[in-house]
């Protein structure tokens, strides 16, 4: 499983809490600072460490925050050339599920984007060849695809035979 940044903070910081935090759970009917703490350093630990926290989890947030808003997608307006992402995408007629499919594309074909649709925002408007039809919003890109196969991590099983197609062996 892989975590975020801001998680693997998140989770520090309810670390500290759990360490420095029961102390400051057994403070009943604290009238003076020497009623719930040994000395006055003691005291002021336990507020610097509480103000700590709460800065930090306030920091965390306005990360995250940050975070997620840059990560827009970059706007596309009308006219412009977008790429298809995924293998065997229908250019439908239009957006209705029994819809009837013009084309079927393929990755990094280029099409003409028009819009999204107003009755249906998932599905987005394009141009293919003087077809004009709708394909689903996620399967359009600003960028061409890397079609490049990537390396598995997973080496290969050792001693694992594989059926034959019926060949002979070298």
């Known amino acids: 499983m892989k975590f975020s940044t801001v998680w693997l903070f998140r ?3 309810l670390f500290i809490l ?7 759970l057994f403070a009943d009917n604290c009238s003076a600072p ?18 700590v926290l709460a800065a930090g989890a306030t920091a965390a947030g306005k990360a995250a925050a940050s975070s997620q808003a840059n990560k827009k997608p970059p706007a596309v307006h009308r006219g412009d050339k977008v790429y298809i992402k995924q293998v ?8 209705t599920p029994t819809s009837d499919v013009s084309a079927v594309l393929q990755p990094n074909t280029q099409v003409t984007y028009q819009g999204r649709d107003t009755a249906n925002p998932k599905y987005v408007k394009v141009e293919y060849q003087g077809k004009i039809g709708y394909v689903y919003h996620t399967d359009v890109s600003t960028e061409p695809v ?3 196969p990537q390396p598995s991590n997973r080496p290969a099983p050792a001693g694992q035979s594989f059926p ?6 070298a």
């Open 11 to 13: 989770i520090g910081l």
């Open 146 to 148: 890397d079609l490049t």
């Open 18 to 24: 759990l360490i420095f935090g029961p102390p400051l």
């Open 164 to 169: 034959s197609s019926g060949g002979t062996k």
């Open 34 to 51: 020497s009623d719930c703490f040994p000395t006055l350093a003691a005291a002021a630990a336990a507020a610097t460490a509480s103000g």
């Open 88 to 95: 065997n995408t229908k250019l439908m007629v239009s957006t």
